[in-house]
Antibody, heavy 127, light 109 residues
Framework: QVTLRESGPALVKPTQTLTLTCTFS??????????VTWIRQPPGKALEWLAR???????FYTPSLETRLTISKDTSKNQVVLKMTNMGPADTATYYC???????????????????WGQGTLVTVSS | EIVLTQSPGTLSLSPGQRATLSCRAR???????LAWYQQKPGQAPRLLIY???SRATGIPDRFSGSGSGTDFTLTISRLEPEDCAVYYC??????????FGPGTKVEIK
C-alpha cells in the first residue's frame, strides 16, 4: 500500500522560510521512473502545482515560484523536502505531496498523473 | 502557457441523474496528458481518470472520461450522494509542467 504524509509547521511568520517534509512508504524514489510532487491549495481555492523531483534527481518548478522553491530527496529515509523562502500571507494554503505515475506512448511520449496524495498540511502565514 | 477552463462552475443535480463536466484547454493537447481528480470536502484530491479516459484503480464505472484536442468531458452516469465533491481537470504540459482547472462543484439535491 502506498501512503504519503506531509509534516511541517502549521504557522510561519512573514519572510520566514517554510520547510515541509513528505514521508512516504510503499515505493522507492530510487526506482527508475518514480517521482514525487508538491501541490498547494489556498483556502477555498483551486489546486496549484509547485514542484516535482524524479528518481534521477531531476527537478522541476512552477515558473512563478521557481526562485523561492527548492525540492530535494533523501532516498534512504523515503522523504522529499520542499523549502519555500520569503513566505507571505498569499502562501497560506494546504500543502500536499503526491506520488507521480507516468506512462509512455509512441505518439505523445510520457504522460504523468498524481496518485495517491497525502492528507495535506495546512500552513498559515501570519505574524 | 496552458490555460484550463471548467464548466459549469457548480452543478446541482438529484441522485440518479447524469452529470456532465467540461474541461477546455486554450490550445490542443494530447489526450494522454489529461487527468481528472475528485476532492470531497475536507479531503485530499483523489485520481479518477488519467489519459483522458482510463479509470484509476478502484474508481466505479459510473465515472467515465472522454474527449480530445481542446475539449474533454467527465461524465458521472448515475449520481450518488457520495459524489458530492469538487472535480478538477489537470493537464501535463510545458510551462508550467502541470496545471489544474478551477474546478466544478457537484452538489446533490
Amino acid at each position: 500500500q502506498v501512503t504519503l504524509r506531509e509534516s511541517g509547521p502549521a504557522l510561519v511568520k512573514p519572510t520566514q522560510t517554510l520547510t515541509l517534509t513528505c514521508t512516504f512508504s510503499g515505493f522507492s524514489l530510487s526506482t527508475t521512473g518514480m517521482c514525487v510532487t508538491w501541490i498547494r491549495q489556498p483556502p477555498g481555492k483551486a489546486l496549484e502545482w509547485l514542484a516535482r523531483i524524479d528518481w534521477d534527481d531531476d527537478k522541476f518548478y512552477t515558473p512563478s515560484l521557481e526562485t523561492r522553491l527548492t525540492i530535494s530527496k533523501d532516498t534512504s529515509k523515503n522523504q522529499v523536502v520542499l523549502k519555500m523562502t520569503n513566505m507571505g500571507p498569499a502562501d497560506t494554503a494546504t500543502y500536499y505531496c503526491a506520488r507521480v505515475l507516468r506512462s509512455y506512448s509512441e505518439s505523445s511520449g510520457y504522460s504523468y498523473w498524481f496518485d495517491p496524495w497525502g492528507q495535506g498540511t495546512l500552513v498559515t502565514v501570519s505574524s | 502557457e496552458i490555460v484550463l477552463t471548467q464548466s459549469p462552475g457548480t452543478l446541482s443535480l438529484s441522485p440518479g441523474q447524469r452529470a456532465t463536466l467540461s474541461c477546455r484547454a486554450r490550445q490542443s493537447v494530447s489526450n494522454t496528458y489529461l487527468a481528472w481528480y475528485q476532492q470531497k470536502p475536507g479531503q485530499a484530491p483523489r485520481l479518477l481518470i488519467y489519459g483522458a479516459s482510463s479509470r484509476a484503480t478502484g474508481i466505479p464505472d459510473r465515472f467515465s472520461g472522454s474527449g480530445s484536442g481542446t475539449d474533454f468531458t467527465l461524465t458521472i452516469s448515475r449520481l450518488e450522494p457520495e459524489d458530492c465533491a469538487v472535480y478538477y481537470c489537470q493537464q501535463y504540459g510545458s510551462s508550467p509542467l502541470f496545471i489544474f482547472g478551477p474546478g466544478t462543484k457537484v452538489e446533490i439535491k
